[in-house]
Structures are given as C-alpha cells and as structure tokens.
C-alpha cells in the first residue's frame, strides 16, 4: 500500500528551481530520508508535503487522495522541528496536550493519549517539568511525543538532531528508528547526515540541484552508486576519470584499470572503488599497480593511505587498525590492488 505519493513535485522562485520534477512513491510504515547537501530541495520538499510552501507544479497523494491544495492543519500530518518549537511556559504534559486541545478533544480524553505518547518517548514521570529543564534529547522526546499523541498518517522530520551533540545524535537517531517501527507511521526525514541516514532509513532519496539523484535502501546507495555525485557524497570513493573502450577501463592518464563488466558501451566514464576494498601490498606485487604512500590519516579505529600512482592517480585505501597488522609510513613503496567486481563504472 502507498501511504504517500509525490508526482512530478515542482518549485521554482523566479528564474531558481529548487524543486524540479521530484517523483516518489513511500510505502505504509516506511521511513524514507531525503539526503543531500545544503540547497539541494530536500526541506523544501518536505515543506510541500507538509503544507508550508505551495508547489509550482505536480501533485501530492495521501493513500491516493490528492491533498496538494490543502492547508496544513488538514492534512493529518505530524512534524518534528530541529529547534523543538516547545512552549518554554508551559510543562511537558501542557506542550504535549497543546494539539489535543488544538483539535477540539474531549477534555476527558486527553490526559489518557498524553501519558501514553510520554511512555511511547520514555518520559512517563515527567509532565511537571518545565522545558528548561530538560536536556536537549528529552526535549525532543516531548517534541516527538507531542506528534504521536496526534496520531497522523505521515511524520514528518526537518533534521531534528542537528542541535545535540554527536553521542546524543547516536543514541537519538536508534530511538527514533525503533519508535517509528514500533507505531508503524510513514515517516519522511530530511537530513545532510550521511550517517544518520543510513542508520535510520528504509530507503533514502539522495537529492542534488533539486532532483532525486538515486532512491535505494542504505546497502543499494552505498554499493551501487549510479551516478558520480552519489558516489562521492555518500560514504568515501576513489573516483577516477578515464574511458571505457571493448570493456577495459583507462585512465586519462593512459592506465589500464580493473573493472567489472562494461554495462553501457565504449566513451567517457568514471571508475568507482570504495577505500576499504583496496588491497594494499607490498610493492612488486604481482598483478598490483606501484605506488608511494602521501598520506597517513588516522580515522578510529581505521588508518587511512592515500597512495600516489607514477602516472599521478591517488587512491585511498583503508585498513582495519589492529593488533599484527602491517602499518606503512610516508615515503613507504607499495602496491595496491582491487577485484573487478569492487568497482563501479559510472557514465558521464
């Protein structure tokens, strides 16, 4: 069952598009995040599904009625802000209750739905306390709980982390997950997080200069990039430009690279291969290209090498940071290597 559907979703303001032609269907109970970089028309996609900013042109469908004209308290949609938007004056149990109340319940009805979406957030226990004094993730616990107490057909989320620090946002991003599995609400998240959005999502719609460059669960986004700005955006790459000619892959520079099969004919190309698929060796490795080591990064628990090839390619490699492995030293000759089937062949 499609919960929500966006047909041919357009925005323009003058002569700037920042949404152009978006379609995307999001099945019941799914959580979809759009991701992407500053200005690429993900929060300005979900403004138009919430009902903020009027579309330029398309449609957008809620279990197959068209809801595009209407305004945002009818669209029996919840949504979760970055800055909480709480009440400072009011107390947890008010804040939460304050769209009950909006919408007309019975009195007697809502003290009920408001202890169970504090229990749902785990803050039963606290609807006496004033926002001020709370910390930044209960305060989005109340922001959540305030939403589900409503009980819509779509969540909304406008990256609500991005005001708590980095092991909050951890811990945060997994409650969330479970939470919106638990009630089973689509859900749509915005985020420029790569790694809050492969945490968190069912698929992610990777947006770029307004469109939807590729949709796909996290394992398809990451391993099967299909253009070069996904493979670049999303985790880290060595991207290197060349030409695919009778299903061989050169480099500008003249070198030949391995590659898996050619799925589109000879022209240019850009050949894909993660850092944590590089083989590195010892230098005058059999079937292996030379190279000197630029680069040592420590990442954790990873240790990262940017080799530089004769012919001037760099390519990373990342290696597992433990006990009896091999560390290389700036200025150190190596060899590094990749199967075929670890690479990607990206059109131009």
Request: proline residues 5%; hydrophobic residues 40%; aromatic residues 4%.
């Amino acid at each position: 069952m499609i919960d929500l559907e966006l047909q041919n979703l357009t925005k323009t303001y003058g002569t700037t598009t920042a949404v152009d032609d978006v379609n995307l269907a999001v099945e019941a109970g799914e959580l979809v995040a759009f991701l992407g970089p500053s200005g690429c028309g993900k929060t300005t996609t979900l403004r138009m599904v919430a009902g903020f900013i009027e579309p330029t042109a398309g449609a957008i469908l809620v279990r197959g009625n068209d809801i595009t004209d209407l305004k945002p308290n009818h669209r029996d949609m919840g949504m979760v802000f970055q800055s909480y938007a709480l009440f400072p004056h009011m107390t947890v149990e008010r804040n939460v209750a304050f769209g009950l109340v909006a919408r007309g319940v019975p009195r007697a009805d809502i003290a009920p739905k408001v202890s169970a979406a504090l229990d749902l957030v785990g803050l039963a226990g606290f609807g006496d306390r004033y926002p001020k004094q709370l910390s930044g993730g209960q305060q989005q616990r109340v922001a959540l709980a305030r939403v589900l107490a409503l009980k819509p057909k779509l969540l909304l989320f406008d990256e609500p982390l991005s005001n708590l620090d980095a092991k909050l946002r951890v811990q945060m991003r997994h409650e969330i997950r479970e939470l919106q599995k638990g009630v089973g609400i689509t859900s749509l998240f915005v985020t420029h997080d790569q790694e809050e959005a492969m945490t968190i999502a069912d698929r992610i719609a990777v947006m770029n200069n307004g469109r939807i460059d590729q949709i796909g669960t996290p394992a398809e986004i990451y391993d099967h990039p299909r253009t070069r700005f996904v493979a670049d955006f999303i985790g880290t790459s060595n991207l290197i430009d060349g030409r695919v000619a009778g299903g061989r892959f050169v480099s500008k520079s003249g070198l030949e690279l391995p590659c898996g099969p050619a799925k589109a004919g000879d022209g240019e190309a850009v050949l894909a291969v993660r850092p944590e698929k590089v083989e590195l060796a010892d230098a005058g490795s059999p079937d292996a290209l030379s190279g000197k080591v630029t680069r040592v990064t420590k990442l954790g628990g990873l240790i990262e090498y940017a080799a530089t090839l004769p012919t001037g390619e760099i390519v990373l490699i990342h290696q597992q940071d433990r006990s009896g492995a091999k560390t290389r030293a700036l200025g150190d000759d190596i060899a590094v290597s990749w199967r075929p089937e670890d690479s990607r062949l990206l059109t131009i």
